[in-house]
């Protein structure tokens, strides 16, 4: 099982991106999602959260700027961000609770890098 992070780049302050993580290879099922970020120096942050159900939670740093949603039928993954801000810059990753072979495991993606910037 793999994820696959996408749709960073370079984007000026007030400028919009959207992330995609898509799930592959022998998937029972997916439970939470989330996208974590990780800025230079500092700890891997929880950005957003998505139940198998649809519910949601936001970092506060980020509410009313970003929206999780996802695609079940397509094991994907997405984040819409809005409204970007210098402080938002950092590698974001996708982690999700997948069921595969007969067990549960949390699976981290590699990371896709957004950067803030004028």
């Known amino acids: 099982v793999q994820l696959q992070a996408s749709g960073g780049g370079l984007v000026q302050p007030g400028g919009s991106l959207r992330l995609s993580c898509a799930a592959s290879?022998?998937?029972?099922?997916?439970?939470?999602m989330d996208w974590y970020r990780q800025a230079p120096g500092k700890q891997r942050e929880l950005v957003a959260h998505?139940?198998?159900?649809?519910?949601?939670n936001y970092a506060d740093s980020v509410k009313g700027r970003f929206t999780i949603s996802r695609d079940n039928a397509k094991n994907a993954m997405y984040l819409q961000m809005n409204s970007l801000k210098p402080e938002d810059t950092a590698v974001y990753y996708c982690?999700?609770?997948?069921?595969?072979?007969?067990?549960?495991?949390?699976?981290w993606g590699k990371g896709t890098q957004v950067t803030v910037s004028s």
């Open positions: 290879g022998r998937i029972f099922s997916i439970n939470r």
């Open positions: 982690n999700a609770d997948v069921f595969s072979s007969g067990s549960w495991s949390s699976t």
């Open positions: 998505i139940t198998s159900g649809g519910s949601t």
